[in-house]
């Protein structure tokens, strides 16, 4: 069973907001490094990595707007002519309208032989990779007028995309797209990792995101609370170490999943079959009878109880370590009764899909701490009566207050999942396109209760969990593509990270 310790790795990577990592460029200037300096140190990081993601490349469009983002690009654009790559230098913001270090930085690239074209609508980008200097982390309301079209220019035109810091439109502290957004292959980021670099509409804009503290002082961040932690996969190895070797079942947990309602049968059985495959001692199922025969085909080792309503359910709701409630559940009689009983249990609970849709509707006002609601946006907006596209304008806001209104932890699933709970914020940056198909969320409710069920607190197991489920995604997808994915070629990749002396060349920290 697992220990206190545990407490230790409930963290990560420190994820920052907007303003946050300004205060950190102050404090940075303030401790003795000038402003430029830390413009010219910005640009070489952004240069570095943009020669070693396209080394071969002789051409450049750099994209100018008229702030500090702006001057990052004049400054790689002098760094890139000294080089002798030739260099379009497209600005935004005349010359003469710029002040401050942004206009030092543009005359230092004019002073490298470096030109000037003013955008323009059917502006040709001739470079072979565009650098996106547009607008930087200030950025709040919605794109538009030339910085728009100048947007949409750099993504119609098929070139490989360097943003600096981050992708203009893109919003650094939700993840939303405002309006438009650059699409980069490659994004460098400065002094503090940017929350919104990592959830929402992120995955899809940002590329590979590289940190570049630019020898920022170490102790800038002491008193600063980061407004999320980016969760490793070392995590996995470090918190679920090998079990004794006279382990027995009775001390690996046993998990109950009720779900399944009539028609329903495959949802509750992918989760209990991901309950089993992640390491708890018992598994049951509680079933519509009608399930009972396909369940004993597909997964014998799982324990499955035929029930009508409630009352069939006799002690198997008091035996169990950690019930599973909502795969299949459904929302009528069945299902009700099925969720009042688990809510009556004195177990820890996971809910999902149905579970969290009959909390909202039938059961409201309900609070625990033991359990784990796992909402998609369309559930999270049930549960907070707003509508999913709210949810999506500002997924970490919407991740804090179902926690703070239902407790426990939360887990808001999409691209860059999110667990929200005691703790904080975390969030996943592993998983792919291939999950969006049905039975993922029932997966993921099995692995969870399956943690749950091993002793795993519950912080940490939700935050384990939701790593386990994407990087078992991604492995199955390495295996055989992203498209055609389906919830059930998790379990055995789910079942190998798991397992630490199986998977040691895994176990490594990915940044």
Known sequence: MA?????????????????????????????????????????AAAWRVLREAWPRARSLSVLCGGGNNGGDGHVLAALAAAEGLAVQRVLLKPVEALSGDARRAADMATAAGVGIEPWRPGLALGGEVLVDALLGTGLAGEVRGDMRDAIAAVNAAGRPVLAIDIPSGLHADTGAELGIAVRAERTVTFIGDKLGLHTG???????????????????ATADMTPAAHLLDRSMIAAALPPRPRDAHKGGAGHALVLGG???FGGAALLAAE???????????????????????????????????????????????????????????????????????????????????????????????????????????????????????????????????????????????????????????????????????GDALSGILGALLAQGVAIELAARLGVMIHALAADMAADEGGERGLLAGDLASCARILVNPTMGEDDAVATR
């Open 274 to 440: 991901h309950a089993a495959r992640l390491g708890a001692g018992k598994v049951s199922l509680a079933t519509a009878p009608e399930h009972v025969t396909a369940s004993l085909v597909r997964r014998p080792e799982v324990m499955v109880h035929g029930v009508r309503g409630a009352a069939d359910l006799g002690e198997l709701p008091r035996r169990a370590d950690v019930l599973v409630v909502g795969p299949g559940l459904g929302q009528g009689s069945w299902g009700q009764a099925m969720l009042q009983a688990a809510l009556a249990a004195a177990s820890p609970l996971v809910v999902d899909a149905d579970g969290l849709n009959l909390l909202a509707s039938r059961f409201p006002g309900q609070r625990r701490d033991d359990w784990i609601l796992t909402p998609h946006p369309g559930e999270a907006g049930r549960l907070l009566d707003i509508t999913p596209a709210e949810v999506e304008a500002d997924r970490p806001a919407a991740a804090l207050a179902l926690q703070r209104r239902f407790g426990g932890v939360v887990v808001l699933k999409g691209a860059g999942s999110l667990v929200a709970g005691p703790s904080g914020l975390a969030v996943c940056p592993y998983g792919n396109p291939g999950m969006a198909c049905g039975g993922m």
């Open 261 to 263: 309602a009539p028609g």
């Open 201 to 219: 509409r992120a995955p899809a804009l940002t590329g590979e995101v590289s940190v570049r503290d630019l020898d920022a002082p170490r102790d």
């Open 3 to 43: 220990g206190p310790s545990q407490d230790r790795y409930l963290e990560g990577f420190p994820l920052y907001r907007a303003e946050q990592v300004r205060e950190l460029d102050r404090r940075t200037i303030a401790a003795g490094i000038e402003g430029f300096a830390l413009m010219q140190r910005a640009a």
